[in-house]
C-alpha cells in the first residue's frame, strides 16, 4: 500500500479514517445485554430528513466505521454487502463496492433498503435518491459525541435502539474509567501521532487528538497548524519533531507501510529522541486509529497502557 498523505487519510476517516478492548469484548454482532429485540422496535421512523417505513432488511454500507457499527448494535444480519475498505468484523459481507468511488449503479445492483455513507463522493446520494434507495451519511466525527449520536441514529434506523444506547453506554463507562485511573503527573507526557513514513500527523484539534487529549498527552503537531489551515493534518519534518523530542511515537502506519520501532530507530537524527531511546515507540493497529466507531476505546486503552508505564 502507498504512502498515505493527508488528504488521504482524511479521506479513510470519511469513508472508512482504534488492541481489542472492553467494548469489543462482545463478538460484533451480538446484541447489547438487555437490549429489546429488533422486531419490537417501532416503525416508521424518522432520523433528519430520512424517514424509514419499515426496519431495513437488506443495508449497504460503505463506511467502514459504520459498518462496524451496524453490527456492534446488532444489526449484521440485516446489513447483505459492505465496501471494500470494510474489513471488521470478519463476517461482514464484503465485496468489491467503493465508498471512496461510489457506483450508484453498482450500489443500486444490490436491491438495498437502506444505504449508508460517510461522504457523498461522485453525487451519489442524489443518485441513490433518484432511484428511490434510502440514503444515511455519517460523516467523520470531529468528537466522541458525534460518534455516539451516529451509533444512535442507526439503532433508530434498524430497529435497535436499546442495543444502541447499550453499546455508547459501554463505551462512555469505559472511557470514563480510563480516563479516571490515569496517573497524575506534574508534566505533561508528549508525543507525535505519525500517520504515515511521510510524517503527516493529527492536531489536537482532530478527532484522533482528541483521543490522546482524553489520555493526558501533549501533541508536539500543534504548533505547526495552529492557524488550521492544514485542517489538522500537517506534514512535519524530521527536524521539527526531533528537536521536539516526543516522549512517545505512535504508529498508524504499522499495517500500510511497515512501520515499527526498528524502523524509527533507523531514520537520521532519530536514535536519540526520547520515545526511541526509552523504547516509547508504540505500534497501533492502523484501523482502530482512524476509525471513530465502538472500538475508540482500544485506541484510548493502547494509549492509557503504553504511557502508564512511565512514572509519575
Avoid at 417505513?53 to 460503505?62: A, F, M, T, Y
Avoid at 475498505?85 to 468489491?96: H, L, M, V, W
Wanted: charged share 20%; proline share 6%; with cysteine.
Amino acid at each position: 500500500m502507498s504512502r498515505r498523505t493527508p488528504r488521504l487519510f482524511a479521506a479513510t476517516l470519511a469513508v472508512a479514517a482504534i488492541a481489542l478492548g472492553a467494548c469489543a469484548e462482545k463478538t460484533a454482532d451480538t446484541p447489547a445485554a438487555g437490549g429489546s429485540p429488533s422486531a419490537a422496535a417501532s416503525f416508521p421512523v424518522t432520523v433528519g430528513s430520512l424517514t424509514l417505513e419499515e426496519r431495513p432488511e437488506k443495508i449497504v454500507s460503505l463506511s467502514a466505521t459504520a459498518t462496524e457499527m451496524l453490527f456492534a448494535i446488532g444489526a449484521g444480519k440485516q446489513v447483505t454487502a459492505v465496501d471494500d475498505n470494510s474489513n471488521y468484523p470478519a463476517e461482514a459481507p464484503k465485496t468489491d463496492l467503493s465508498g471512496f468511488q461510489p457506483n450508484a449503479e453498482a450500489i443500486a445492483a444490490k436491491s438495498p433498503d437502506l444505504v449508508v455513507l460517510s461522504d457523498d463522493r461522485n453525487k451519489v446520494v442524489e443518485q441513490l435518491t433518484a432511484l428511490k434507495i434510502p440514503v444515511f451519511l455519517t460523516p467523520a466525527a470531529t468528537t466522541l459525541d458525534d460518534s455516539y449520536r451516529q451509533i444512535t441514529e442507526l439503532g433508530t434506523l434498524t430497529g435497535h435502539p436499546a442495543e444502541a444506547a447499550d453499546v455508547t453506554k459501554r463505551m462512555k463507562d469505559d472511557i470514563a474509567k480510563l480516563v479516571a485511573e490515569l496517573p497524575k503527573r506534574t508534566e505533561k507526557l508528549t508525543y507525535f501521532h505519525e500517520l504515515g513514513p511521510d510524517l503527516y500527523t493529527a492536531t489536537s484539534k482532530t478527532f484522533i487528538g482528541s483521543i490522546y487529549a482524553l489520555a493526558g498527552l501533549e501533541n508536539i503537531a500543534d504548533p505547526s497548524d495552529a492557524d488550521g489551515r492544514n485542517g489538522g493534518y500537517p506534514q512535519l519534518s524530521q527536524e521539527v519533531i526531533v528537536k521536539a523530542n516526543p516522549d512517545f511515537v505512535f504508529l498508524a502506519d504499522t499495517r500500510c507501510c511497515q512501520q515499527s520501532a526498528d524502523t524509527v530507530k533507523a531514520r537520521a537524527g532519530w536514535a536519540g529522541v526520547t520515545a526511541v531511546k526509552n523504547n516509547q515507540v508504540v505500534g497501533l493497529d492502523d484501523d482502530v486509529a482512524s476509525r471513530w466507531g465502538p472500538r475508540v476505546v482500544d485506541l484510548l486503552r493502547a494509549i492509557v497502557d503504553a504511557t502508564a508505564k512511565v512514572p509519575a
